[in-house]
């Protein structure tokens, strides 16, 4: 009885050279009487000896210690997803490396690794920066990075550094507990491993706080050498495309493959520019939205890529036989690789139908009732109250105006009569006429939508009681270069900003009259309220009982 080949196949058959026809005649018979295909997702080898399993070989020379894993997983996979020989592993790497040494952007991360001769100092080199690029945009990150690597170019000077230090230069980057895990791992380095940073991928991510799969990746395979792979969010679009996988990317399975893929990717000979070219690729030209497809090395390896260019010359959805990537595995429906029938192929997407866009949580909101106490100083100018937040949880360490949480139900009078005793516990009495009510800031992070009711109090002959450590007072200068959040420049902006107010600095600043019923005078130049046109009747009395003036005062008056 004659095999039945997939259409899959024969597709490829009419494709490819020759030479591959052989390798396509021998899958196609060990697929008679088969519905399974085997795969380790970490190993990628085979669980049992069988030519049908499509095997991911290891790199020669690749540390195994990250792709290891408890149990094996099986599953239904189609070859379709998979990279078929070694000859087109080559190819992938060979087109990859020559496009980057071409195309390569100039980064000062970049500069220091290949110039720095000690291994310790490049591994530092290269944490400082991976650290920095997660979740954040390389464009964002060179600017903090040069003030960093000035400020602490060894591990011994940042291990010496105080938290406050470098909450204050990364103030502004985001994700604050990032800085405060790497000045962890310098000071473990420094005082337990003699100085020492591990050399292997396996080791970094066991020994060294906040240092995860990928980040352990990127330092040995570019610090050290070693040929193990890395997966990004730039990396997993990359595959996703050139292999047609639809499946989330963010579930177990589909991850673990992802990692095996790019494993048998990695250069053994240049493992570090091997990784940081696929992150470039998705970084410039496999971009989320518009890729530039024409100027893609591996083009001709991209089976999304092959999907847009055939739909293009058939002007139809698909042609007879073609390897349809909804339909590409022997059993319809069985592939975990395989977008799910929900999600069919849209034509208007092109490329961008790969990867599957994730479902992400709504970040929860939350409300916070801040205010910004404004202290004025006898020589001029003005301080700000600023308190320290706890050293964990969210900001932690970094500096706000005082601020309570709040339930969104809660009553406009009950928010602010509670944030009054709040900040009667910094300064001492308040009169309850002082806090006024400025507007809304809406700042959101990565998983809370936080908004924050700002009022303005400003403290006039009054003299505060003595602040405790977690507390103090800064000038506007002083405001800009402390360890404060987005979120707090932003309500501090919304203060300065407030109508009715005056030049305060040299620095040419606005300052706000906020307290209610204050005994401040307000500038001359300020704009006085317009005065509510009177009744016909209303004119007539006015003008009965209006003093005689002179003709030339009259018109001044009618002009003012």
Not at 342 to 361: C, H, I, L, Q, Y
Request: glycine share 6%; with cysteine; proline share 8%.
């Amino acid at each position: 009885m004659t095999a039945r080949v997939p259409h899959w196949i024969l597709w490829d058959i009419m494709k490819k050279p020759r030479a591959a026809v052989r390798i396509h005649r021998k899958q196609a018979a060990c697929l008679e009487g088969r519905e399974n295909h085997a795969l380790n997702s970490t190993q990628a080898k085979p669980s049992a000896p069988d030519a049908c399993s499509v095997a991911i070989p290891e790199c020669p020379g690749a540390s195994t210690g990250l792709v290891k894993q408890n149990e094996v997983l099986r599953a239904s996979v189609c070859p379709y997803h998979l990279f078929r020989d070694t000859a087109e592993v080559t190819v992938f790497r060979n087109s990859l490396l020559s496009w980057y040494d071409r195309e390569k952007r100039d980064l000062p991360w970049r500069r220091w690794a290949e110039d720095e001769a000690d291994l310790d100092r490049r591994a530092y080199a290269v944490w400082v920066s991976e650290v920095m690029l997660q979740q954040t945009q390389v464009a964002t990150v060179i600017n903090y990075y040069t003030r960093w690597m000035q400020k602490w170019p060894t591990l011994q000077d940042l291990a010496r550094a105080s938290l406050e230090e470098v909450n204050q230069l990364w103030a502004g980057l985001g994700y604050y507990s990032r800085g405060r895990r790497l000045q962890e791992g310098a000071r473990k380095v420094v005082e337990e491993l003699g100085g020492h940073v591990p050399r292997t991928a396996e080791t970094l991510q066991k020994l060294l706080p906040g240092v995860g799969r990928y980040t352990a990746g990127a330092i040995a395979s570019i610090a050290f050498g070693q040929a193990t792979g890395v997966v990004d969010g730039n990396v997993i679009r990359v595959l996703c495309r050139v292999r047609a996988i639809g499946a989330d990317s963010s579930c177990t399975f589909v991850s673990q493959q992802l990692w095996s893929l790019v494993q048998q990717l990695v250069d053994p000979a240049r493992p570090g520019d091997f990784n940081q070219a696929a992150m470039e690729l998705g970084a410039t030209v496999c971009t989320p939205q518009r890729p530039l497809c024409s100027q893609c090395p591996i083009q001709d390896l991209c089976w999304a890529r092959q999907k847009v260019e055939q739909e293009r010359l058939s002007g139809s959805r698909s042609l007879p036989g073609s390897p349809d990537v909804e339909e590409c595995a022997p059993n319809p429906g069985r592939c975990q690789l395989c977008p799910p029938p929900s999600e069919p192929w849209d034509p208007t997407m092109g490329v961008t139908n790969f990867p599957r866009k994730a479902t992400r949580k709504p970040p929860r909101e939350e409300c916070s009732a801040i205010c910004v106490l404004e202290q004025p100083r006898a020589q001029g100018g003005a301080c700000f109250l600023l308190v320290q937040r706890p050293n964990s949880g969210l900001l932690a360490g970094l500096w706000e105006f005082p601020s309570i949480t709040l339930k969104p139900s809660e009553q406009h009078q009950r928010k602010a009569k509670a944030l009054l005793q709040e900040l009667k516990s910094w300064v001492g009495p308040l009169p309850d006429t002082s806090l006024r009510h400025l507007g809304e800031v809406i700042h959101t992070f990565s998983h809370i939508k936080l908004t924050y009711l700002v009022y303005g109090v400003i403290l006039e002959g009054q003299t505060p009681k003595t602040l405790p450590p977690a507390a103090r007072w800064l000038t506007r200068e002083e405001f800009h270069t402390a360890a404060v959040s987005t979120a707090m420049k932003k309500v501090f902006q919304m203060y300065e900003d407030q109508p009715g107010s005056c030049k305060g600095d040299k620095n040419k600043l606005v300052k706000a009259v906020v307290s209610q019923g204050s005994k401040r005078s307000q500038p001359s130049s300020q704009k006085m309220p317009s005065r509510k046109k009177p009744s016909r009747g209303q004119q007539v009395l006015e003008k009965y009982f209006q003093p005689h003036v002179p003709t030339d005062s009259q018109s001044l008056n009618s002009a003012a």
